[in-house]
């Protein structure tokens, strides 16, 4: 129940970001969702890709420093506390968020949210006890 997520990490400069995307498009790597994260002297581009391990070895091979993670994707309503609900669920049990983020799915009548959790075991399980929709890491790539 856990989507995969590939960290690139990269030098904070011009045409950084635009080295990556190009080797992207041009392999045909679909990304799914993304983030970016700075400091002044390099950048984190965190990525969710159609074919994570094609993605990576592409990286690596073009001389990227790359890890892999597994993240926690959720998916529920698109409205005003939605994401308040799901907060309200995890601080209750007092599961830490390392960092997330999040997209609009294409009928936009659900977001769907991307969690680092120090526990995602007993994550997955809260939410799921609470009635929240998980997603795969196949129906992220779908969504």
Do not use: W
């Not at 970016?36 to 420093?65: M, N, P, Q, Y």
């Not at 698109?78 to 997209?103: C, K, M, T, V």
């Amino acid at each position: 129940m856990k989507a995969e997520q590939i960290s690139i990490f990269m030098e904070n400069r011009p045409g950084g970001l635009a080295e990556i995307t190009e080797l992207l498009a041009r392999a045909a790597i679909n990304i799914r969702a993304m983030s970016v994260a700075d400091t002044a002297d390099f950048g984190i581009f965190r990525v969710i890709v159609d074919d994570t391990e094609r993605c990576t070895r592409l990286l690596k091979e073009s001389g990227f420093t790359v890890t892999r993670s597994e993240m926690v994707v959720v998916q529920i309503p698109d409205r005003p506390g939605g994401l308040h609900e799901i907060i309200r669920i995890l601080s209750g049990q007092r599961i830490n968020i390392e960092y997330l983020y999040a997209f609009i799915t294409r009928a936009r009548e659900s977001a769907v949210i991307i969690f680092r959790f120090d526990e995602p075991d007993r994550a997955v399980k809260t939410l799921q006890e609470a009635g929240i929709r998980v997603l795969t890491g196949e129906e992220v790539h779908t969504a």
